[in-house]
């Protein structure tokens, strides 16, 4: 629509804003909002219609793409929603970070005194004499710098290896309309002025104003540190990006992007603080540090030694050397005593465990197995099924259809207007919506059940765009996991079709759908084939019970569908916060099949044979979840229950229970949270795998935390530690064997080091101590060089060997097992008998000090 430019419709702003550019307000205008919160300023502005007309946007249509406006100007005016990428340190930089180390520092002073005094008695010698003073002094300073170029070179390495998989990680979709259609773009192409759709799960990427909604609740605790959700609307419409929805829907109009919003600000000012260590190398760097300190002890040992035993000779000799003589010797001393401090300070080690993790996480990268890693752990993970959810049976006023292909009979074996309640219900009560993938076809996307259900209606030849927009919503309540349903409540046409008895009174209808058993319990009728609506007694809700557990056998979730007409005093006394969930007429259910993932049993067996314990979490009806996990070889001798079972447990019972524990049903984020703190009470290494905005607590707490690239919310990848471009389990068993991989190149590499080091200290003193001329038989150069190879080549060789399948064929260490041992001994392996595991929470027994 054209831009409505009316007198009386321009916002309260100056002339000289307007006239700077085609938009009536500027970047700097638009930040006051909501940095801080404005409500008396975006009142003076005019309220955000005066927002939308200055933006040159409509609410309902959104933004044309040939509109008279160029994304390209409004880019040119407002910005572009990324982040410019932070300067990668210098080269040279790099090299004075590795030559800022105190001893390369000692050790060059005393190269440069030794080459002053080569340099010196040279030019006190006679033509005749060799002049190879300078040769001691001028080795010293090329092993040094050989030293650092290395380190600077394998830094540099290593920075661009990270900075390739860090630009994959924050690219993502999002929901706008456009054209007046809903669609996903890329987070990148966000522009000021898009009107955006928000939904539980997820991370606003953009600061907005909120239009219309309903229940639109965000947590802004990363982004201002409060702890309470704040409900958004005429008292609070400012969203902020970086802060997360967790409940309701809303559209918001795109007030700022990129490095002019709230989160990009703060990235900003935090850039310099981005390179922080992780547990893994400070663990490490805390072993080097006390190595160090007992090769200082031995140089000051060897030095006091030598500078004694050079001082005692001297004075029994027949005549004293003079003062040259003595700095020549004390030099030479200096020099050696820094040199073992060199040679006993394990450098390598971090270097070789970067070097180890950048090999095989850009290893992994190009299996498309990881995009972002956030802590030095590689682990597995994974979902069981595909995530392409198909509706294959369904049971509609008590007709049934058993195949995917009888569709189109079920709705002659119908009465009309109950066909009619059936698919409004599903089409109106749903956040799903037909956009265009990389192939450009059309499919529907999120959430995956409710996408099963839409392809049922066009299987049946509705059109569910024409049919949402003849539904006026009044109230959503979206999907929650503490009741397992969503609600939508919609203003009833005159005209319109309904089995309530009181029909002429009502003008509201409410849907609802939901776990079988949960809405199903919320009935108190049901809907026959004629339409009719019958009392649900014990003898008929038996038998939805029954189709439940039959659907639920083989492995399919369930959705019941309900429906309940009101009046408008009715409606005037439902709460905004709860959906009335009682006195609903059932009209069927569902049976949704999601198959296993191809590999999915076995790479189970895997995990069995490699000793770790995987236990399934699962929001599905608890036949369901048995059936999936037995279908996937996961249950078989242990337990399973239901979340509310364990939750109403003393914390005695449950952490009885929880060993023997292979699958819980209905569950809910509280109870997976309670799952991951029973384990690691007891001591295990918990790590937690999950798509949802439920799994976020879980994932938080969890020693590591995986979420799914593809089909994860935002909320699940804020929460991880790692997270998979594929979404596929296979990559659980490569992730696995490059973890253990890496914890044995660790291992390898300190042995040998330490080997070497202890070997070369012990031979220099020794030999020092019982020489004649106080000198060691490895040089000064000697030792240098013999470190250099330590460090660089031994890290290249153990950091980049690859993994082999063996590595899976053993049980993995225990949590407190130490770096350095003599030997494997049989404590440092879980002996037990382990169970078998699952689909959101896999718990496993690694080592230490790979944990995040």
């Not at 987070?187 to 907005?208: K, R, S, T």
Request: charged residues 25%; contains cysteine.
């Amino acid at each position: 629509m054209p831009p409505r430019e009316s007198p009386e419709n321009q916002p309260l702003i100056n002339e000289e804003t307007r006239n700077a550019g085609p938009f009536a307000f500027n970047v700097e205008q638009l930040q006051k909002l909501v940095d801080p919160k404005n409500l008396d300023l975006l009142q003076d502005y005019g309220g955000t219609d005066k927002i939308l007309d200055g933006l040159r946007v409509d609410r309902d249509y959104g933004l044309r793409i040939d509109q008279e406006i160029s994304f390209q100007e409004r880019r040119k005016h407002f910005g572009k929603n990324v982040l410019p990428k932070a300067d990668q340190q210098s080269f040279l930089s790099l090299v004075w970070d590795a030559y800022c180390d105190k001893t390369l520092i000692l050790l060059s002073i005393a190269a440069f005194v030794s080459l002053a005094l080569g340099i010196s008695e040279d030019l006190s010698k006679s033509s005749d004499e060799p002049r190879l003073g300078w040769i001691e002094g001028t080795a010293i300073l090329v092993a040094v710098a050989v030293v650092v170029l290395t380190s600077a070179i394998n830094d540099y390495q290593k920075e661009s290896q990270f900075r390739k998989l860090n630009d994959k990680k924050d690219d993502r979709n999002i929901e706008l309309i456009r054209d007046g259609k809903e669609q996903q773009i890329s987070v990148f192409e966000v522009n000021v002025g898009d009107i955006m759709i928000l939904e539980p799960g997820d991370i606003v990427a953009v600061d907005g104003l909120y239009l219309s909604g309903h229940n639109l609740t965000c947590d802004e605790s990363s982004a201002t540190g409060e702890s309470d959700a704040m409900k958004k609307g005429d008292n609070d419409p400012f969203i902020l990006s970086g802060s997360k929805v967790t409940d309701g829907v809303g559209k918001v109009v795109v007030i700022a992007v990129g490095i002019n919003s709230y989160f990009g600000k703060t990235m900003m000012a935090l850039r310099h603080n981005e390179n922080e260590e992780t547990p893994l190398q400070m663990k490490l760097d805390f072993l080097a540090e006390q190595i160090a300190k007992l090769g200082v002890a031995i140089a000051l040992i060897m030095l006091l030694t030598l500078i004694l035993k050079y001082f005692i000779n001297a004075a029994l000799s027949d005549h004293f050397p003079e003062l040259e003589e003595i700095m020549v010797a004390m030099t030479s001393i200096v020099v050696q005593t820094i040199t073992i401090i060199v040679v006993a300070v394990p450098e390598g080690l971090p270097m070789a465990v970067t070097l180890a993790l950048a090999y095989a996480t850009t290893k992994m990268l190009k299996d498309n197995n990881l995009v972002r890693i956030l802590s030095l752990g590689i682990y597995y993970t994974g979902t069981l099924t595909q995530n392409r959810m198909t509706v294959v049976e369904g049971f509609f006023g008590q007709e049934r259809f058993e195949d995917y292909n009888d569709v189109q009979q079920l709705r002659n074996r119908i009465k009309e207007n109950t066909f009619e309640i059936i698919t409004q219900g599903i089409i109106v009560n749903s956040t799903a919506f037909e956009d265009a993938d990389e192939k450009g076809q059309l499919n529907f996307v999120v959430p995956k059940t409710e996408c099963a259900l839409l392809s049922l209606c066009q299987e049946l030849g509705l059109d569910y765009r024409n049919i949402r927009s003849q539904a006026k919503k009044v109230k959503v309540y979206p999907f929650a996991s503490e009741r397992k349903s969503m609600t939508t409540i919609i203003r009833l046409p005159s005209s319109n079709t309904s089995h309530s008895k009181a029909s002429e009174h009502v003008e509201y209808r409410i849907y609802v759908k939901g776990a079988s058993e949960i809405v199903l319990d919320g009935c108190t009728h049901f809907v026959n084939a004629e339409g009719k609506v019958q009392k649900l007694d014990d003898r008929s809700k038996q038998h939805f019970k029954d189709i439940i557990s039959e659907y639920a056998g083989k492995a399919l979730r369930t959705i019941c569908m309900a429906y309940r007409d009101i009046t408008t005093s009715e409606f005037n006394h439902i709460n905004d916060d709860n959906p009335p969930l009682h006195d609903l007429i059932c009209l069927g259910i569902v049976g949704i099949e999601d198959p296993l993932r191809p590999g999915v049993i076995e790479s189970v067996k895997i995990f069995k044979k490699a000793g770790i314990t995987v236990r399934m979490i699962t929001g599905d009806n608890l036949e369901t979840a048995k059936a999936i996990a037995r279908n996937a070889g996961i249950y078989k001798n242990g337990v399973a229950i239901t979340g509310p079972e364990f939750r109403n447990m003393t914390k005695e019972e449950q952490s009885t229970i929880i060993p023997r524990l292979e699958v819980l049903a209905r569950s809910s984020p509280t109870d997976k949270t309670i799952v991951v703190s029973r384990l690691k009470e007891s001591g295990e290494v918990v790590a937690v795998t999950g798509d949802g905005t439920n799994d976020g607590p879980a994932l938080k707490l969890a020693d590591v935390g995986f979420s799914m690239g593809i089909a994860g919310t935002e909320v699940a990848k804020e929460a991880s530690s790692i997270i998979l471009m594929d979404d596929n389990f296979n990559s659980i068993v490569n992730a696995l064997r490059w973890g253990r991989a890496i914890n044995d190149s660790v291992r390898k590499f300190l042995q040998f080091q330490l080997t070497v080091n202890i070997a070369a200290v012990i031979i220099s003193f020794t030999s020092a101590v019982l020489s004649d001329e106080n000198e060691s038989v490895l040089t000064a150069v000697q030792l240098l060089w013999v470190n250099l190879i330590m460090d660089t080549l031994a890290a290249l060789a153990l950091a980049t060997e690859p993994p082999t399948d063996e590595l899976l064929s053993r049980l993995p260490t225990v949590k407190n097992a130490s770096l350095i041992k003599f030997s494997y001994v049989e404590n440092d392996y879980r002996t037990s008998d382990l169970p078998s595991g699952h689909q959101f929470v896999f718990i496993a027994y690694r080592t230490s000090d790979l944990s995040s």
